[in-house]
């Protein structure tokens, strides 16, 4: 089971990884119920997010993972299946 979360730091990190997109972490977390759309980030960026995170902790997330419309959403979805058991 994996205990750690993934923080608003980290998909700061991953959204600049995976998509370009540059994004303060205390105003990710600020703005979290904003639509990902707002913060530059599409569908697309979202699905790399996903494949970045899915190979960092070798576990699937659910495949409408991509799907979340706000940054509160993902994290929620992402720390909530990471957390689930192995």
Do not use: H, W
């Not at 494949?51 to 929620?76: A, M, Q, V, W």
Request: charged share 25%; with cysteine.
């Amino acid at each position: 089971m994996i205990t750690t979360e993934v923080t608003y730091d980290e998909l700061a990190g991953l959204m600049k990884k995976a998509a370009g997109v540059t994004v303060d972490p205390q105003e990710l977390q600020r703005v979290s119920e904003a639509p990902f759309g707002s913060l530059g980030l599409d569908s697309l960026g979202l699905l790399g997010i996903v494949g970045e995170l899915e190979i960092r902790y070798n576990r699937s997330l659910p495949t409408d993972s991509e799907r979340c419309k706000t940054p509160r959403e993902f994290l929620d979805l992402v720390n909530s299946t990471l957390t689930a058991g192995a």
